[in-house]
C-alpha cells in the first residue's frame, strides 16, 4: 500500500473514532472539519464506511455506528477463548458467594470488561461489557497492572503521568513500581469505592500460555454486603478459580 493509499485508509477509520459517549452521532461538515478534509472527500469516506455497515444515516440525517458493529461484537464474544474458560467457573462463583462476576481484558492500555454474571442482587455499576474502564481505579485494573512486565509499566507510567496523579497513585518511579510489586506479591487486589461509590470489589490476575497477562477476574459487590465477608478466604477462592482458567488456557 502506498503512502497515499495508507494516508486516506487512516483518516477514513479515524472517522469511527470520533463517536464516544458524549457524542453518538456527528453531521457531515463537524466530520470532514475534525479530519481536516474537504466535504466531498469526507462523503467518500462516509459511503464506504456505511456501505460496510460500520456507519449508518440516523433520521436526523446525521451518522451513527451502524449495525455491523453489533455482529462483530458478536464475533468477538463467540471466539474469545478466555470467556468460554470463565463462564462456568463464574457462574459457580456467583452461585457460591452471591456476588457478581466480571472479566476484564487488557487491550493495548485498556482495561475493558468483557462479560459480567449477574447475582440476584446485582450490584449497580456504571461500566459494562465495552466500556473502557479507568486505567488506575479499581481492582480490575491494579491488579492487571501489577502483572505487566517492568518495561510495559514503566511505559505506562511515563506516558500517564496525568492519570497517575488524578488517582493519588505515586508520582516517582520507584515509589510507584513498588505499590504494584505488593499487589503482584499478594496475587489479588481488593477496592473499596475506588471507582464507583458504594461498589467493592475483588480482583485476581489471569495469564495466557506464555504467562503473560491477558485480564482480571472480578467478584464485585455493594460496600455493606462485602464488608460482612472475610477478604482473605475470599481471595482464596478466587484466586483458586483463576490459576484453574490459567492452566486451561495453557
Known sequence: MD???????????????LFTEERLSWNPEDIAAELQVSIPTMYRYVKLLVDSGLLQKDL?????????IITLDHLLRSGDVMLGQCEARM??????TGFDCVISRLYGDKVI??????????A???YGRGRPRPLFLGAAPKVILANLTTYSLQKIFNEK????????????????????????????YFSNGELEANVSALACPIHDAAGLIVGAISLVSNFDRMQMIQ??????????TAQEINENLN
Do not use: C
Not at 91 to 96: A, N
Not at 113 to 122: A, F, G, K, M, N
Not at 231 to 240: E, F, S
Open 3 to 17: 503512502q497515499k493509499a495508507q494516508s486516506s485508509l487512516e483518516r477514513m477509520l479515524a472517522i469511527l473514532d
Open 60 to 68: 436526523n440525517q446525521k451518522y451513527s455506528l451502524g449495525s455491523r
Open 91 to 96: 457462574k459457580e462463583l456467583v452461585d457460591r
Open 113 to 122: 470488561d468483557t462479560h459480567r454474571h449477574h447475582s440476584l442482587s446485582p
Open 124 to 126: 449497580h455499576l456504571g
Open 161 to 188: 503521568s496525568n492519570l497517575i496523579a488524578k488517582a493519588d497513585l505515586p508520582n516517582e518511579w520507584p515509589a510507584f513500581r513498588k505499590y504494584f510489586a505488593s499487589i503482584r506479591k499478594a496475587g489479588f
Open 231 to 240: 477478604i482473605d478466604k475470599l481471595a482464596a477462592l478466587l484466586k483458586h
